[in-house]
């Protein structure tokens, strides 16, 4: 199994080394315009909050796979992990806010030894969602996940998947071998229980990111084909799916310039640039908080180290909804990759 760029000690797993990859070149010699030049002229100059409504919490980068667009740069090398204390200030905002969806996400969440428990407490504070982000394969990985169908059942979780294709050939490139099997097969075990069934009540997302350097093709029609192909294929059923764009940092910024498409992609984010995606960029409604308790924008941000703006506070020890929906959010030209068409968010297209 490969490894993350920080057990390659690659020059990219240094978020400073990112940023300025991201600020320099086309950017500073002017071929093209920087994001906050894009969007200053739409007075959406500095980004502001709507309100926060989504809490995305990142409990650890550890997962069972190495998969070659994951902007966290997780894998099994990655031992950052949240602990039961931190999960507990999370809760304690939760209880005093009116934010209605905790969105869990890693690395694989379910590998957080506190995972479980961290869910149960959550219901028991009247969010009205909780929303895990799955790689599926967790669920057959070790006989200890093989119940998280009927724990996610229990808990009325939404789970929401990555499956990058509904062939093999594609998902395993992009995900390692063997993963598109582990992943159907997973799907089944949820389906069994309910999940992605007409009635049940129990919602399963599946995502869809592109596999090279190029933008997402339409949303509904991808869900309508994945859909054909799963149920005519593998008897499976899922509620909707997400389109996501490859976001330009970690290991699908390294692609790029391994490939030397990171100008020409830059370049089809920006060309692409939609205003009208700007108004439902994820940031203005979503508090990323990672696994020691620092407060982002979003996740991306946060895997570059760009924590929300100091004036907010930036820990949830420091938690205060009035800054934070006052804040400033903070940009980079990454941004583009998030308002590029359709536009991009965690819940998929946005305009």
């Not at 086309?26 to 926060?52: M, R, V």
């Not at 209605?100 to 030894?113: C, K, Q």
């Not at 940009?331 to 991009?344: E, F, K, L, P, R």
Request: aromatic letters at 8%.
């Amino acid at each position: 199994m490969p490894k993350s760029l920080q057990a390659q000690h690659h020059n990219l797993a240094d978020k400073a080394t990112q940023l300025k990859i991201l600020s320099n070149g086309i950017f500073a010699d002017g071929q093209l315009p920087t994001f906050k030049e894009k969007i200053e002229p739409l007075n959406e100059y500095p980004l502001k909050p709507t309100s926060i409504e989504i809490f995305q919490v990142n409990v650890g980068y550890m997962c069972n796979q190495v998969c070659k667009h994951c902007h966290v740069d997780a894998g099994p090398d990655r031992k950052e992990i949240m602990t039961r204390e931190t999960m507990q200030q999370c809760l304690d905002i939760l209880r005093k806010t009116k934010i209605h969806t905790l969105d869990l996400t890693g690395g694989a969440p379910e590998m957080n030894p506190d995972f479980r428990w961290f869910v149960e407490e959550a219901n028991k504070t009247g969010v009205e969602e909780i929303i895990v982000r799955s790689n599926l394969t967790i669920i057959l990985a070790n006989p200890k996940y093989h119940d998280l169908p009927e724990f996610f059942k229990k808990n009325k979780v939404r789970v929401v998947s990555s499956l990058p294709f509904y062939q093999a050939d594609k998902t395993d490139r992009q995900r390692g071998e063997g993963v598109f099997d582990k992943s159907i097969e997973a799907l089944k075990m949820l389906n069994a229980v309910g999940y992605g069934k007409a009635g049940s009540g129990l919602n399963l997302d599946l995502v869809y990111n592109p596999s090279g350097a190029f933008l997402p093709g339409d949303q509904a029609g991808l869900e309508r084909e994945f859909k054909k192909e799963l149920k005519e294929h593998f008897d499976i059923d899922f509620n909707s799916l997400f389109t996501i764009t490859n976001i330009p940092i970690s290991r699908f910024l390294e692609f790029l310039i391994r490939t030397e498409n990171y100008e020409d992609y830059m370049d089809s984010l920006v060309s692409a640039f939609n205003p009208a995606a700007v108004k439902g960029v994820m940031c203005r409604n979503t508090i990323s908080v990672d696994y020691d308790g620092h407060m982002y924008d979003c996740d991306f941000n946060q895997m570059l180290g760009l924590k929300v703006d100091k004036k907010a506070g930036q820990h949830i020890s420091e938690f205060d909804l009035e800054k934070l929906e006052n804040r400033n959010i903070i940009i980079n030209q990454h941004c583009y990759g998030c308002t590029a068409g359709a536009g991009s968010s965690c819940q998929g297209t946005v305009a």
